[in-house]
């Protein structure tokens, strides 16, 4: 088959390139090792490249049957609800002459790639990311940083937790240990290499920042000495067979190779990639293989769809407006309703993003029905106090009034016990 066909066929894997400076000029790269390893198991890198816009453009490096996401610039700290506030102006300073590289913040890289992996989290488009790219997948999910992990983590450890996670003098060959968890992919890679049940490996390290709060859909798959998350992925989207695949890791399993040869430092370490271009494959070949004629409906079952997509949009506009934008029919909400209730296939996937989009019917209804409610409930109210008389209006003030300071009192100290608790 020639060249030109074959790349028809194989499956594409999108693939950021990052931005530098060559001779006075903006040049954009990617890692060589990321390439050759992604073409020789079996698929086409397709390479994004960091220019303003391309993030508007997204839709033209369709179809995507991967995404491999990994070194970069730190992502801004503003993306994630950075919570080093602890951190001095002096300490941020100094972060930033002593990772000059890493510490300038790309914000088209950003965006290109956190659209990228909400995309493949949407569809389950499978996802590989090194480095970088897996801070990129946990922060899509929810998940925060360690704003440096020195100035983060390190000082509050004893000097036998600390681990040096990257050396500028010693860049390709520093190694630092990093333990396993059992039953987990990373563990089922490197199964042949762990000596005496230690579950341990050692690994190379670029980099000064690292997962703070893992994301709820994460698992861990190894952890460093300091307790810093090595690699990590999601159970329910993992079977390379079935072109499931969502995962990061810290390290770079593609650069662990020894001394002035290309001898990996164990048999596992072109394993992410094995697997990763297995599950693009399968995706590949169930996305071509579930092609189909879209549906053409009747007149009859045409007007029924529209009754429902009214009905959703009503309920959006409830949340985006204020108490005021309601629909003037309530009945038009009961389509919407009636739906979600009689299709109990949508998955909680589905449901959880109809909420998102703040089409949730249900709700709407209830929050209808409420408003009414008070309504009610305040109309009721007036025509009492009406009938009271000014020395009953003053008291029943003056009790809601203290109610209201005691209420304030009890909340602060119960808040305060919280807080107290939490710091012991």
């Not at 090792?33 to 198991?41: A, E, F, G, N, R």
């Not at 998940?143 to 509050?156: C, F, H, P, W």
């Not at 630092?176 to 000596?195: A, C, G, M, R």
């Not at 309601?326 to 993003?353: C, V, Y």
Request: charged share 30%; aromatic share 8%; with cysteine.
């Amino acid at each position: 088959m020639a060249a030109s066909q074959l790349s028809v066929v194989l499956p594409r894997v999108l693939i950021v390139s990052r931005r530098t400076v060559r001779k006075n000029k903006f040049v954009d790269f990617v890692g060589e090792y990321h390439l050759d390893l992604i073409v020789s198991y079996g698929a086409v890198p397709v390479i994004v490249p960091r220019v303003s816009g391309v993030h508007m453009l997204l839709e033209s490096f369709e179809p995507i049957h991967g995404v491999l996401l990994c070194e970069g610039e730190d992502i801004d700290p503003s993306l994630y609800d950075d919570e080093s506030n602890h951190l001095s102006p002096e300490e941020i300073e100094e972060i930033r002459k002593q990772h000059v590289s890493d510490t300038a913040i790309d914000k088209e890289k950003d965006t290109i790639e956190l659209r990228l992996a909400k995309l493949c989290l949407e569809r389950n488009i499978p996802y590989l990311g090194i480095c970088r790219g897996s801070q990129v997948l946990n922060v899509a999910c929810g998940g925060t940083l360690y704003r440096d992990i020195e100035k983060d983590l390190s000082r509050n450890l004893p000097q036998d937790k600390k681990v040096v996670h990257i050396d500028y003098d010693n860049y390709d060959n520093h190694r630092h240990i990093v333990k396993i968890i059992e039953n987990t992919p990373l563990h089922y890679w490197f199964k042949d290499s762990l000596e005496d049940d230690k579950m341990e490996i050692c690994v190379n390290s670029y980099h000064h920042q690292g997962v703070k709060k893992l994301a709820q859909r994460f698992v861990p798959m190894a952890f460093s000495h300091d307790g810093l998350i090595e690699g990590f992925y999601d159970p329910d989207a993992y079977n390379p067979e079935e072109g499931k695949f969502i995962m990061g890791l810290q390290f770079h399993p593609e650069r662990m190779r020894q001394q002035d040869t290309d001898e990996f430092d164990y048999p596992g370490c072109t394993f992410a990639y094995q697997e990763f271009v297995k599950a693009v494959v399968a995706y590949n070949k169930k996305l071509s293989t579930s092609v189909k004629k879209p549906i053409k409906l009747n007149q009859e079952m045409e007007k029924k769809r529209k009754i429902i997509v009214r009905s959703f949009s009503l309920a959006r506009n409830i949340y985006e407006g204020s108490s005021q934008m309601h629909p003037s029919k309530e009945s038009d909400l009961d389509a919407g309703a009636e739906f979600l209730e009689s299709n109990t296939a949508l998955s909680i996937q589905q449901e959880t993003r109809l909420i998102k989009m703040g089409a949730t019917v249900r709700n709407g209804c209830s929050y209808l029905e409420k408003l009414k409610m008070n309504e009610e409930r305040e109309g009721l109210a007036r025509k009492i106090m009406g009938k009271m008389s000014v020395e009953q209006l003053s008291d029943l003030k003056s009790f809601y009034n203290m109610m209201g300071q005691i209420c304030c009192e009890v909340l602060e100290r119960k808040l305060q016990d919280i807080v107290n608790e939490v710091a012991s």
